[in-house]
């Protein structure tokens, strides 16, 4: 959902417009679970303070070395940023300024239609933010600038979008995915055909109230990253299944039963002795 029209591409489709508000369709989504060599969770570097560096490190242990964010030309001047825009590819402005930014604005150099991109504008940013600055024009400039009394310098990164080595990276992770076949809210079943030893990477957080089967083994699941669920998978074709149970959900169910025996028992031994005075 978006409450502005934004900029078409390969990757996502408008589906319906109503009252100014926009809703696409993504078109390149991933499936529950997909598979990843053992190695790939080492490589892939997330110790980055700027998020686009974190994205590029995946790529790049995913794939190879392609970039799926490339730098973009700034030329920093206090509390403005101008940006040297090469191609048409979307871009995105990282500002990593701690302080609360009032308002911070996107002017676009006359080459752009200005009709489809008016002027753009942020307000009451506090800490680090991405912006989504649209599409670009070859050999244009986009300046942004900030208003703040608690910086002297904006300090601005800015991206262009690889649209082809997202692609890579979505076929990459989708050749190899975990069908689903039935599910609730504690119950996933499903299959997956494997082209090589690895883990299933799964998008469900992790917790260690979910319990998995492997052609009705059980296996030892692990935390990919320390947050989602990932399942040791051997090459070739499997059946998957996941048990989700509360941590401490049995222990609670005993110690309740326990209290509700105790308590019908005291409430009977009350009423024998009771039954004694009469």
């Known amino acids: 959902l978006n409450n502005q029209m934004i900029d078409t591409n390969n990757l996502y489709r408008l589906v319906e417009s109503k009252d100014g508000i926009y809703l696409y369709e993504n078109i390149y ?19 980055s303070s700027n998020p686009f560096r974190v994205q590029n490190s995946f790529s790049e242990a995913l794939i190879g070395n392609s970039n ?45 239609d200005m009709d489809d991109n008016p002027l753009m504008t942020f307000s009451n940013l506090r800490h680090k933010h991405i912006l989504n600055i649209g599409k670009g024009v070859p ?75 492997v052609n009705g083994e059980k ?4 935390a990919f990253k320390n947050a989602f669920v990932a399942i040791p998978i051997p090459e070739g074709q499997h059946d998957i299944e996941l048990y989700y149970t509360p941590e401490g959900f049995l ?17 009977m031994l009350d009423r024998k002795k009771g039954s004694l005075y009469l």
């Open 29 to 47: 989504t991933l499936p529950l679970g997909f598979m990843l060599e053992y190695e790939f969770e080492q490589k892939w570097r997330t110790d």
């Open 68 to 112: 799926l964010f490339e730098s973009v030309e700034t030329k920093n001047a206090g509390k403005s940023v101008t940006l040297k825009v090469k191609d048409s590819r979307n871009i995105y402005a990282y500002i990593s300024n701690s302080a609360t930014l009032k308002n911070v604005s996107v002017n676009k150099s006359p080459t752009y």
């Open 139 to 213: 050999d244009s400039e986009i300046t942004i600038s900030a208003e703040s009394e608690d910086i002297t310098s904006l300090f601005l990164t800015a991206y262009s979008f690889n649209e082809n080595v997202f692609i890579d990276i979505y076929n990459h992770l989708s050749k190899n995915p975990f069908v689903v076949e039935v599910y609730s809210d504690t119950y996933i079943r499903g299959t997956i055909n494997s082209d090589i030893n690895g883990i299933m990477f799964t998008s469900i957080p992790f917790d260690n109230g979910w319990k998995a089967y």
């Open 219 to 222: 296996v030892t699941l692990r």
């Open 251 to 267: 222990s609670g169910l005993i110690i309740t039963l326990a209290s509700l025996v105790i308590f019908i028992a005291i409430i």
